[in-house]
């Protein structure tokens, strides 16, 4: 007696991916850690809003690429639009 052949469920959602090996993830989180250390050590700590901003643009691109493979388990299209932001 050979035991029963299970049927594989089919899968309704997407496949997350590991974001932390990605290639581009990597590099963008590369380009935040440089970025911050730039700001830090060559421009002024305070009265000027262009550091702030600097460092939040090259935050922003690492935290897209995260959210936007978290939310293509769902949605492509969202999927899309964050990664192409980053």
């Known amino acids: 007696m050979q035991p029963t052949a299970m049927k594989a469920t089919p899968e ?12 581009f993830y990597r590099k963008s ?17 305070h009265g000027d809003r262009t550091v702030d901003q600097m460092v939040q643009a090259a ?13 293509g388990v769902t949605s492509t299209e969202m999927e899309l639009r964050l990664l192409n932001s980053a």
Request: hydrophobic residues 40%.
């Open 29 to 45: 989180d590369a380009l935040y850690l440089m970025t911050r250390i730039f700001c830090e050590r060559f421009l002024p700590k």
């Open 12 to 23: 309704v959602l997407k496949r997350q991916d590991n974001w932390q090996n990605l290639f």
């Open 59 to 71: 935050r922003s691109g690492k935290q897209n690429i995260v959210e936007g493979l978290a939310d």
